[in-house]
């Protein structure tokens, strides 16, 4: 059996060559990575190995590569004053950390950090002063040590502005000291005490309401960070790594011309296209993997990190004026989250009629105190009664935030007094998190072994098979963790996934799938220019973070008390940190924070071989990839469409634009005559062609929806949209509106034994048949300027409006429904609508009582060879 090694170490040196599969020459490259040090040079590398990597990506033949820099510091980066020296700072931090790390209680800890210069001079050579304020305040041993820490750190200057500014001005420390010591003791102590938040301070020593609350707030998020990463080092080790990553961009390299043959026998790491299975391409293995997720479904769980701030989104609850997470946005007429549940529930639903089981999956979600993330998501939830799955079945888990720092210095940056600018610290975290918060020994409760992880903005993750694809092959061939991946567009802020090959000090090879981050391309020399001759990134596939875990092997890194646990660590300073100060100035200043991946928890499941392998590497691999079309994997809802913008990439605008792709492809295939969507630029200053709206039960595998599409247009300008699962379509031609709403979609809800309301996959759904009907109305104004499509927030003019209360059917056979109509069906009744003598005849007949929970007709599913066949039942 291979055995698992990670793909990086620390404090080792490092030989680097990229595989080009068209050109028969590598790139190589030296790493010392102590700390800052890199040292590189390329020369040709006669390959063995890259043409016999088969890849679905094909690029031109490529020159070598130079590897210039390490960092994700920006081109206009400002290096520090000369006087800080961050190799003397880390060696100071590291040494704290040593004698912090052979502490076993707080008591010890509290002792070594006192010992420090800094803390003893700045708690100590005061203690009529600032020492007398924390004793009104009531703080506690671990949060005077809390305090300490970030004074140890050099972050004193978050406690108030006068370090602040004196820092800025550069003064020695000794007359800050005094600067603040006096400043305390002319604090307005009015109705300001300690440990309430109220009263006077001990003989006149105090700090007032505001700046209490404050460092409360800040207690409790450093606590967190103390805590959190007590496997780096807590609070010091928080800091050591950001100046460690920091260093990396600052500090010039060195030559390699002094080095010797000895440099031969490094360890050697060589990147290559993955080979993946082709799900577009290998069509028959594509649907029986889909099958495989289907039936492994009661062994899944569903795993989604909502915790980032998404900035990029802008987000404002229009009520209140408040930031909103990306998990809050209202996309096609309902929030994310719920587009999340509603593409689980289409998956558990085609369970149901698959095996006539019912199956709830469990689902975990990964929240932060961001924008009030946690409470909203929780809010949300409660809302709309846990979507009819049960409390039990949802856990929460909060991550903690971290404090962003400045690009410059590493200096933590704050908005005043004890505030900190705090962001989540990345995705990576999940794990760690999910293992401290008994994540993974609930799933396990609930019976799961894998879990299938997606974001909340990649908006067609669950589009036909991928998702089930994934999920199949990593339960049936017992794999530790699968991307789902698609082609890249150069510029495009996210990751790639390669094929790591290494060959260690001893003469091992391992191998293993992984991700490189897009903050990470610098470090490995790739360029990301669409319109170089050369691009490196081209010959890779995209990282979507749509991703397959099997949850024990997770759960064994997670444990870890070392920094495995906190995977794919990087410092982003690419994008500028926004914050508004207490006085209410605007600030942006380059800056980030330490943040993880979640996707490079693949680092640790790497398989070791004896030899080098040259060829059909990757199917004895402990992690896999597969490969779809971009729209059926990949597009997401990230960043708001600023005014005068051309490009629609990652937007609402363009994600929209590829749901309507994709809803093309799906009828186009069923001979309905349809407009083709053209490229994004077409619809820069205009709406898409037409607006279709499928819910995801309708399939999801498009195999099954095209099952239930047959024949007939749908005229350019046109709207459809389907919200009822049990649906026939046969020779309907739509020029206008057609909006199909039933309340029992998947079926109806029940209240448990808990008291909890519980949806019940397939009883008392709604149904709706149109054989032979042509609907001819003005539709939607499309020139309106108050149109929202990615909302689903239009103005009409007319449309046909079918809604269906509780098991409610609606058929419409042989007629023409022209202009403005509303077909309402009460509960428990089957309204049919046909051309009478005089215009339309309408029916409306009670459904015989017998008939009341299955229907008068059905969907008949079942699985024939490696596909879904479905049968029309009429009873």
């Given amino acids: 059996m291979a055995s698992s090694a990670p793909v990086l170490q620390q404090h080792n040196n490092f030989l680097f060559t990229f595989s080009s599969k068209t050109k028969n020459t590598n790139s190589i490259f030296f790493f010392n990575s102590y700390n800052s040090s890199l040292n590189c040079v390329t020369k040709p590398l006669a390959s063995t190995s890259s043409s016999l990597f088969s890849s679905p990506f094909q690029t031109s033949s490529r020159p070598l590569i130079r590897l210039t820099r390490v960092s994700t510091a920006p081109v206009e980066y400002v290096p520090p004053a000369p006087d800080f020296d961050f190799h003397k700072e880390i060696a100071r931090l590291k040494a704290l950390k040593s004698k912090l790390d052979h502490c076993t209680n707080l008591k010890d800890r509290i002792r070594v950090i006192d010992s420090d210069s800094r803390v003893n001079s700045f708690f100590f050579s005061h203690k009529n002063s600032f020492s007398r304020v924390l004793e009104t305040l009531h703080l506690d041993e671990f949060e005077v040590f809390l305090l300490k820490c970030v004074v140890a750190a050099g972050q004193q200057h978050v406690f108030g502005d006068v370090c602040t500014e004196f820092e800025q001005k550069r003064i020695s420390l000794k007359s800050a000291l005094y600067a603040l010591a006096e400043m305390i003791e002319n604090w307005d102590v009015n109705g300001g005490s300690g440990g309430g938040g109220g009263g006077g301070g001990v003989n006149g020593y105090g700090i007032g309401t505001e700046e209490h609350e404050a460092l409360r707030s800040m207690l409790k998020i450093i606590g967190e960070v103390e805590r959190f990463y007590d496997c780096i080092g807590g609070i010091i080790g928080y800091q050591i790594m950001v100046l460690e990553l920091l260093a990396q961009s600052t500090f010039e390299r060195q030559s390699l011309s002094h080095h010797s043959n000895k440099s031969l026998k490094r360890e050697i790491i060589e990147i290559h296209p993955p080979h993946a299975l082709d799900l577009s391409q290998d069509l028959e293995y594509a649907s029986q993997a889909a099958i495989w997720g289907i039936e492994g479904l009661p062994n899944l769980g569903e795993i989604y990190p909502l915790g980032g701030s998404a900035d990029r989104l802008g987000l404002v609850d229009p009520d209140s004026g408040e930031c909103l997470p990306a998990a809050m946005l209202p996309y096609c007429g309902r929030s994310l989250l719920e587009g999340l549940i509603r593409d689980l529930q289409a998956r558990e639903y085609l369970y149901f009629k698959l095996y006539g089981k019912q199956c709830i999956t469990p689902v975990a979600i990964m929240t932060s105190a961001a924008k009030s993330n946690h409470e909203r998501v929780t809010s949300l939830c409660e809302e709309l009664h846990w979507f009819g799955r049960g409390r039990s079945n949802f856990k929460l888990f909060e991550q903690p935030l971290v404090p962003a720092v400045s690009a410059e210095d590493g200096q933590w940056l704050a908005s005043g007094p004890f505030k900190p600018i705090c962001k989540p610290g990345g995705h990576g975290v999940i794990w760690k998190l999910a293992y401290n918060e008994g994540v993974f020994q609930w799933f396990y409760d609930h019976g799961r072994r894998g879990a299938t992880v997606r ?76 319109l170089s001759s050369y691009s490196l990134q081209g010959e890779f596939p995209a990282n979507t973070n749509i991703l397959y875990v099997d949850l024990p092997s997770a759960e064994l890194v997670a444990s870890s008390n070392d920094e495995t646990s906190l995977p794919g660590m990087v410092l982003n300073v690419k994008k500028a940190i926004t914050y508004v100060d207490q006085f209410g100035s605007k600030h942006s200043v380059p800056g980030g924070r330490l943040e993880c991946t979640m996707q490079n928890l693949a680092d640790n499941f790497f398989n070791t071989r004896s030899c080098r392998c040259y060829d059909g590497v990757e199917d004895g691999l402990d992690t896999f990839i597969v490969y779809n079309e971009r729209k059926k994997v990949t597009s997401s809802a990230k960043k708001k469409r600023r005014h005068g913008d051309k490009s629609l990439h990652q937007t609402p605008d363009g994600s929209l634009l590829d749901i309507m792709r994709n809803a093309y492809d799906i009828l186009s295939h069923c001979e309905i005559k349809i407009p083709k969507i053209e490229g994004n630029e077409k619809y820069v200053d205009s709406g898409p062609p037409f607006l279709i709206l499928l819910h995801p039960a309708v399939g999801p595998l498009w195999e099954v929806t095209r099952q239930k599409f047959y024949r007939g247009s749908i005229s350019r300008g046109s709207e459809l949209q389907i919200e009822v699962a049990e649906f026939l379509w046969r020779d309907v031609q739509l020029d206008g509106s057609l909006i199909i709403l039933a309340e029992n979609i998947l079926g109806s809800t029940t209240i448990d034994e808990n008291g909890e309301t519980i949806l019940q996959y397939g009883k008392r759904c709604g149904r709706c048949k149109l054989e032979n009907v042509k609907i001819l109305n003005d539709g939607i104004n499309w020139n309106s300027k108050e149109n929202l499509y990615w909302k689903h927030d239009v103005q009409r003019f007319e449309a046909v409006n079918v809604l269906l209360h509780g098991n409610a059917e ?17 509960n428990g009744y089957k309204m049919k609508i046909t051309t009478g003598d005089s215009g339309l005849a309408v029916e409306l007949k009670p459904i015989e009582k017998k008939l009341m929970e299955c229907g008068s007709w059905f969907w008949n599913y079942k699985i024939m060879g490696k596909h879904v066949q479905l049968e029309l039942v009429e009873l």
């Fill in 455 to 530: 974001q909340v903005s990649n908006v067609v993750a669950s589009t036909d098979l991928t998702l089930l694809a994934l999920a199949g092959l990593g339960l049936r061939q017992g794999k530790k963790l699968g991307f789902a991946s698609c082609k890249r567009n150069a510029g495009a802020t996210e990751g790639i996934n390669v094929l790591i090959e290494k060959k260690n000090l001893e003469g091992k090879w391992t191998y293993g799938i992984s991700c490189i981050e897009y903050t990470e391309f610098d470090k490995f020399g790739m360029t990301d220019n669409s």
């Fill in 810 to 826: 609606f058929e419409a056979a042989d007629v023409v429904l022209q202009g403005n109509h509303v077909f309402e069906v009460p």
